[in-house]
């Protein structure tokens, strides 16, 4: 399938420049400028308009140019590729909601930990009124498996959690 031009998005508001201009005239410049496109493009898109040359620069007038860019803005390449980029939008967007409301899983966790209880913390991971402990660990890989059972349980249980540390009278 061959490439949609991003240009076509643009023609509502080229064509809105285009109507603004104090000049009857429109040249490669102004188009390129008007559609966000490049010098060759321009070209190919201004070439059949052309009604005067002025050194090497075409001129068209204005108002063909708006009615060639209207013809284009309803034809179906422009509706169709108008679709394709909603409905793109619409999944992305879909998806930031999915990565939003689903987090990320950092550290891939053994079944156990997933399913960690509160009262079945590893040694070593102490709740208490206002405490929270870790100790007991020899190696970095031993603290953070700790720490990630606590995470767990704390995901498995949050009202449990902040039972078991809360301090009463407040």
Do not use: C
């Amino acid at each position: 399938m061959p490439a949609k031009p991003i240009w076509y998005t643009r023609l509502d508001a080229a064509i809105e420049q285009l109507e603004a201009l104090p000049s009857p005239w429109v040249d490669r410049s102004a188009l390129e400028w008007t559609l966000g496109v490049g010098r060759r493009r321009a070209q190919q898109i201004l070439e059949p308009l052309v009604r005067q040359t002025i050194g090497k620069n075409g001129l068209a007038d204005r108002e063909e140019v708006i009615h060639h860019l209207r013809r284009l803005a309803a034809g179906e390449a422009a509706f169709f590729e108008k679709q394709r980029r909603e409905r793109l939008h619409q999944i992305l967007d879909q998806l930031h909601r999915e990565a939003k409301e689903q987090p990320r899983v950092l550290v891939e966790a053994p079944t156990a930990v997933v399913n960690q209880e509160l009262d079945h913390l590893p040694s070593g991971v102490h709740l208490a009124p206002g405490r929270i402990v870790i100790d007991s660990f020899t190696t970095p890989e031993e603290a953070k498996q700790k720490m990630l059972a606590l995470i767990m349980a704390m995901a498995n249980d949050p009202d449990g959690f902040d039972a078991r540390i809360t301090v009463s009278g407040r």
